[in-house]
């Protein structure tokens, strides 16, 4: 852990602690950790100043930050686990490779925050603001992300099996190869997305039912314009059979769009079945149908292997 001019600089309104004061402070806390009856669990509050702190690599299991103003602070591969984080800001610092598995980052302010390759493993992100973070390739298993705020975040190659994110706000996030297996969606603010998705669909109207066939056997692949699967305006062309660059029904190929970033979170093989992300999908094509009059045909599973095979009867 270094001690930078940053950090010396930030502490000069914190607590009326000098650099030392806080190193002092941080060594009890680690004699704390090895034995419970030495040492001070390290505890600070709302006064705490930290801003544009270097406390990459510390060992801060189990300190109570709760509130502390740790915005702009480097902690990366820093070990928070079972830390207390509650309304913390921590905006626009540094989590990259920090191990916050078990934190209480409930209501934290974590906008713009570096947290790819965090371990974030079952803790608690309810509330928090996650909008416009990095948490590529982030460990989020089990993590309780209910009514967070994760619009703009980067969620590719992220770990979300079994985590909560019922009522979060997922608008515009990149959710590229993000895995979301019995992750629980339910009423997570799809909004933007869903309208988005309507307004494109109602473009290329007559290629709805053969989107909902793709999507129910597994055709689709979000990654790509073009190949074997592809992703949604790839699907129309190949529905088609015109090159996704000139549709005849004028739906033009827009990577940005809250739609195409959705559809990067279905991989070949994603029914309804085995992906949450597929399943919203068709529920709402759906409704589109149901909407326009369009009739969709019923399936069924006629294979149970991974990826159950699911054909119209």
Not at 34 to 51: H, Y
Not at 164 to 186: F, I, K, T, V
Request: net charge negative; proline share 2%.
């Amino acid at each position: 852990m270094v001690f930078n001019a940053g950090l010396l600089a930030s502490l000069k309104g914190f607590m009326g602690m000098n650099s030392q004061e806080l190193k002092d402070r941080l060594e009890a806390h680690k004699e704390w950790l090895a034995d419970s009856s030495k040492g001070k669990r390290l505890v600070l509050d709302s006064s705490a100043n930290l801003r544009y702190a270097d406390l990459s690599s510390a060992d801060l299991r189990y300190a109570d930050l709760s509130s502390a103003n740790l915005s702009s602070a480097n902690l990366s591969s820093a070990n928070l686990s079972y830390a207390n984080l509650r309304y913390a800001d921590l905006s626009s610092a540094n989590l990259s490779s920090a191990n916050l598995s078990y934190a209480n980052l409930r209501y934290a302010d974590l906008r713009s925050a570096n947290l790819s390759y965090a371990d974030l493993r079952s803790a608690d992100l309810s509330y928090a603001d996650l909008s416009y973070a990095d948490l590529s390739s982030t460990n989020l298993s089990s993590a309780d992300l209910s009514s967070a705020d994760l619009s703009s975040a980067d969620l590719s190659s992220a770990d979300l099996r079994y985590a909560d994110l019922s009522s979060a706000d997922l608008s515009y996030a990149n959710l590229r190869y993000a895995d979301l297996s019995s992750a629980n969606l339910s009423y997570a603010d799809l909004r933007l997305i869903k309208k988005d998705f309507f307004e494109r669909l109602l473009i290329a109207k007559n290629e709805a039912k053969g989107l909902y066939d793709y999507l129910q056997k597994g055709l689709v692949n979000g990654l790509s314009y073009e190949g074997e699967c592809a992703c949604f305006v790839g699907t129309v062309s190949k529905i088609t059979k015109e090159n996704y660059k000139n549709l005849s029904c004028g739906l033009k190929p827009d990577s940005n769009s809250p739609t195409e970033k959705w559809f990067l979170a279905i991989l070949k093989g994603d029914t309804p079945q085995n992906s949450q992300v597929s399943k919203i999908t068709c529920e709402w094509i759906e409704e589109f149908c149901k909407e326009q009059s369009i009739n969709l045909p019923k399936y069924k599973i006629v294979s149970s292997d991974e990826f159950p095979a699911c054909w119209p009867v």
